[in-house]
């Protein structure tokens, strides 16, 4: 956890603007007038907005760890975490204290002046975004620093705060989502244009309340059934209401001026490392997907490609080996860098614009599409393949899809035209991967509830046999809160990539479920 200084030093200006200090024991002596403890909760939600989407959906943790993990993504040339040899907890450590010390601090500043001037269209959006954040973490790590969290600067608060355990952490969150969903109806936009993802649109923000409620119902839906079906309901029928239509779902487009650029086109501006994953490539290959080419590009060698032009590579391959896919292997596809197939030509100006997808209405229908297959959340089996249906086409909308024609003659296919029952369940978790492209996490996070895509395995040379279940706890952690980590451990077990969450500890219980010798020990 991160320990919160007791001075105002610099840092990234807002940041430490924005966070400030808090000393019972200081004087209006000691108090510097330019060097303010708050600001305006407008830039500072902002701000936060750009550094919760940059740390787990943008070049970092998504793009250099969890999509291999996933296996949308391979890597062609330094291959450590594709090998997860460089998820270590040293490699990690900077998502997770990035995430307390920056984004998560700051939201808590943004909805404790909310809540102070009563006014939920700021503390409302603020607490949704916490949200957000903490479910990565938890999803992630597993037991976390929640209900004591981000408190090392107020009275009563611990610099060593306990974790929860995941369980606990899941209930809190469900229940912020919650009173979040019902403080934003009808409440005042007060944000406006310091909100970049909805501009302060209250209504928007309670849908995303709701959608990402439902998201978190379902994860919990193998290990506890009956919160997942009361949670689901709940959410489908809040009168907020939940995502309708792409328009709702909840992104951040960056400006591309060349200060703020989608992370992801930056990256591919001037690296060349990543692949598109065989795991990925044979789905979408196997059922002539018209996302083919937005998803990927074709291969340099076109002797090396399949009939369509596209090839993946294998994951966890060692460094030599997988140098030798650099041309025969395609490359991530034209909504990263259009039309390029020579290193150094990657990117354009509208690329640098495009969104980063915080959750889709494309997921919101594929929860629908499961839960009515199951029959829960008040939905019936009867409901499921037009859920099915309409995901995917908002997913083909999302990715700039538009012959009508190509998507039924996609839909009809043997393969992808719905079965119903356990065979549909699978066709549901196997598409909803698919959607997920550029969500490692997220798409980490249903492999592992589903065992879908069952074709995810460990690469040759993995450091593991097994896909890894969560990550280590940072090195910090046992530095600098030693005893509630150990305390962690003790709760949920031995602090490596085998033990699993709280969540993902009945894995036979999904339908989906093939075997341990599959789905991991």
């Known amino acids: 956890?991160?320990?919160?200084?007791?001075?105002?030093?610099?840092?990234?200006?807002?940041?430490?603007?924005?966070?400030?200090?808090?000393?019972?024991?200081?004087?209006?002596?000691?108090?510097?007038?330019?060097?303010?403890?708050?600001?305006?909760?407008?830039?500072?939600?902002?701000?936060?907005?750009?550094?919760?989407?940059?740390?787990?959906?943008?070049?970092?943790?998504?793009?250099r760890q969890t999509e291999f993990v996933a296996q949308h993504w391979a890597e062609v040339q330094y291959p450590d975490e594709d090998r997860y040899a460089r998820l270590d907890p040293a490699s990690t450590q900077g998502t997770w204290t990035g995430a307390y010390s920056?984004?998560?601090?700051?939201?808590?500043?943004?909805?404790?002046?909310?809540?102070?001037?009563?006014?939920?269209?700021?503390?409302?959006?603020?607490?949704?975004?916490?949200?957000?954040?903490?479910?990565?973490?938890?999803?992630?790590?597993?037991?976390?620093?929640y209900s004591a969290a981000l408190k090392g600067d107020s009275t009563g608060g611990s610099?060593?705060?306990?974790?929860?355990?995941?369980?606990?952490?899941?209930?809190?969150?469900?229940?912020?989502?919650?009173?979040?969903?019902?403080?934003?109806?009808?409440?005042?936009?007060?944000?406006?244009?310091?909100?970049?993802?909805?501009?302060?649109?209250?209504?928007?923000?309670?849908?995303?309340?709701?959608?990402?409620?439902?998201?978190?119902?379902?994860?919990?839906?193998n290990v506890d059934p009956a919160t997942a079906d009361a949670q689901l309901k709940a959410a489908f029928t809040d009168?907020?209401?939940?995502?309708?239509?792409?328009a709702d779902m909840a992104k951040l487009v960056y400006p591309g001026d060349g200060v703020y650029n989608n992370p992801m086109t930056d990256n591919f501006a001037g690296r060349d490392d990543h692949r598109v994953s065989q795991t990925l490539a044979n789905i979408l290959i196997a059922n002539s997907d018209?996302?083919?080419?937005?998803?990927?590009?074709?291969?340099?060698?076109?002797?090396?490609?399949?009939?369509?032009?596209?090839?993946?590579?294998?994951?966890g391959l060692s460094t030599s080996t997988a140098g030798t896919y650099f041309r025969i292997a395609s490359r991530p596809g034209s909504y990263l860098y259009p039309g390029a197939t020579t290193f150094g030509t990657f990117g354009s100006a509208a690329n640098k614009k495009n969104p980063t997808y915080l959750m889709?209405?494309?997921?919101?229908?594929?929860?629908?599409?499961?839960?009515?297959?199951?029959?829960?959340?008040g939905l019936n089996p009867g409901q499921a393949a037009g859920f099915y249906n309409a995901a995917i086409e908002a997913s083909m909308a999302q990715w700039g899809v538009t012959s009508a024609?190509?998507?039924?003659?996609?839909?009809?296919?043997?393969?992808?035209?719905?079965?119903?029952?356990?065979?549909?369940?699978?066709?549901?978790?196997?598409?909803?991967?698919?959607?997920?492209?550029?969500?490692?996490?997220q798409s980490w996070a249903e492999w592992r509830r589903t065992c879908q895509p069952s074709t995810i395995k460990p690469g040759p040379a993995a450091v593991v046999n097994f896909v890894p279940r969560r990550f280590y706890y940072p090195n910090q952690e046992y530095t600098l809160n030693a005893a509630s980590v150990a305390a962690a451990n003790a709760a949920q077990g031995a602090d490596n990539f085998g033990t699993r969450t709280y969540w993902d500890t009945k894995p036979s219980a999904a339908p989906t479920y093939v075997s341990a010798a599959v789905c991991g020990p």
């Open 1 to 63: 956890m991160h320990i919160k200084k007791l001075t105002c030093a610099a840092g990234l200006t807002l940041a430490a603007v924005v966070v400030g200090c808090s000393n019972d024991n200081l004087t209006n002596l000691n108090t510097n007038p330019n060097n303010p403890t708050s600001a305006p909760p407008g830039p500072v939600f902002t701000y936060a907005t750009r550094l919760s989407a940059a740390t787990f959906v943008g070049n970092g943790f998504d793009l």
């Open 102 to 145: 920056s984004q998560l601090q700051d939201l808590n500043k943004v909805a404790a002046a909310g809540i102070a001037a009563k006014d939920p269209g700021t503390y409302g959006p603020a607490q949704v975004l916490q949200t957000w954040n903490f479910e990565y973490l938890t999803d992630t790590w597993g037991n976390i620093p």
């Open 159 to 221: 610099l060593t705060p306990a974790f929860d355990a995941q369980k606990d952490v899941y209930a809190g969150m469900l229940a912020k989502l919650t009173s979040a969903a019902t403080a934003l109806k009808g409440a005042s936009n007060s944000l406006g244009s310091a909100d970049p993802i909805y501009g302060g649109n209250t209504a928007a923000w309670a849908k995303f309340a709701n959608s990402l409620r439902a998201r978190l119902a379902m994860r919990l839906v």
């Open 239 to 246: 009168p907020a209401g939940v995502f309708a239509s792409n």
């Open 290 to 315: 018209p996302r083919m080419p937005i998803l990927m590009q074709p291969v340099v060698d076109s002797s090396a490609s399949g009939p369509l032009g596209y090839a993946g590579m294998p994951n």
């Open 360 to 377: 889709t209405y494309a997921e919101l229908l594929f929860i629908k599409a499961e839960a009515a297959e199951r029959g829960i959340g």
């Open 405 to 441: 024609s190509a998507i039924a003659a996609y839909e009809a296919g043997p393969n992808v035209a719905y079965q119903g029952g356990t065979a549909g369940l699978i066709q549901i978790a196997v598409q909803k991967w698919v959607a997920m492209v550029g969500d490692g996490a």
